[in-house]
């Protein structure tokens, strides 16, 4: 039977969504705060967003609280984004394991403070059984030092063979997980800011103007629904699609 095209049906829930955290300066200003304000109101849509992901059913969130650059900030941002971080270890770890949620974390973890890393490693290996949702934390991360480190871990291995995408792809901080289907980035900038640069040459980009501290279960939903709404070719046309789902 001839299907009507003109009718969209929604596409499934995205396995794998990352967030790009931003706008917590400028809500903070707006609000005449100081911009650690930002990111501990920042740090309460981080658990709406984890809580409703593990809600509707999304496998694996992905987070970007802290880039490679980041540590350029000034000092007292770095030890307060360090502080908030250390705090959210210690009081979600119980949490995250209520809710049957397994932590990771990808990045130059090694530039972390040593208690944090060790922070860091005890929720990790406290939740490692968990299996209905993964948070990851970017933390130290950046892109392109990512795509070079795998680089240089082929180099070092001295292989001769050609390397396929397939083999370079075990390389990442991401080998473990599945390829992002969806990028959401708050705040209203349109760029990548050096975060996966690799794993999102297929992914959906949601751009919101909603800064992070203000977007909670609600703007989740709304970009879960616009999400699902999208038709992804990886390169095909659309009738190929509509064939291979036929
Ligand atoms: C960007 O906002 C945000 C960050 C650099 C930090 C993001 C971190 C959090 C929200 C905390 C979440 C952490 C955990 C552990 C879940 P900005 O300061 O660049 O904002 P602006 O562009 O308005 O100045």
Avoid at 18 to 31: E, L, Q, S, T
Avoid at 91 to 99: D, H, K, M, P, S
Avoid at 238 to 245: A, D, L, P, S
Wanted: hydrophobic share 35%; aromatic share 8%.
């Amino acid at each position: 039977m001839q299907k009507n095209h003109d009718i969209p049906s929604l596409g499934p829930i995205p396995r794998h969504v990352v967030i790009i955290m931003d706008g917590n300066g400028r809500w903070a200003r707006r609000k005449n705060l100081d911009r650690l304000s930002g990111h501990q109101e920042g740090i309460k849509s981080a658990k709406s967003v984890v809580r409703t992901a593990q809600e509707i059913g999304i496998e694996y969130v992905t987070l970007y609280a802290f880039s490679a650059q980041n540590w350029k900030r000034p000092g007292n941002e770095v030890l307060a984004l360090m502080n908030l971080l250390r705090n959210y270890l210690i009081n979600e770890g119980e949490e995250l394991l209520a809710q049957n949620t397994r932590l990771k974390a990808i990045g130059n973890l090694s530039n972390l403070p040593h208690d944090i890393r060790e922070l860091l490693s005890r929720v990790i290996k406290m939740t490692e059984k968990c299996d209905s949702l993964t948070i990851t934390l970017a933390l130290s991360y950046g892109g392109r030092e990512e795509i070079i480190n795998a680089v240089n871990s082929i180099m070092a291995e001295g292989k001769k063979k050609k390397v396929t995408e397939e083999d370079f792809q075990k390389y990442l901080y991401t080998s473990q997980l599945p390829e992002p289907d969806l990028l959401i980035r708050t705040g209203g900038e349109m760029r990548l800011s050096n975060f996966l640069l690799w794993q999102l040459a297929y992914a959906e980009i949601y751009v919101t103007k909603t800064l992070w501290p203000n977007f909670r279960r609600r703007h989740l939903l709304k970009a879960i629904a616009n999400y699902r709404s999208r038709e992804r070719r990886f390169g095909l046309t659309g009738e190929q699609i509509r064939e291979k789902g036929s």
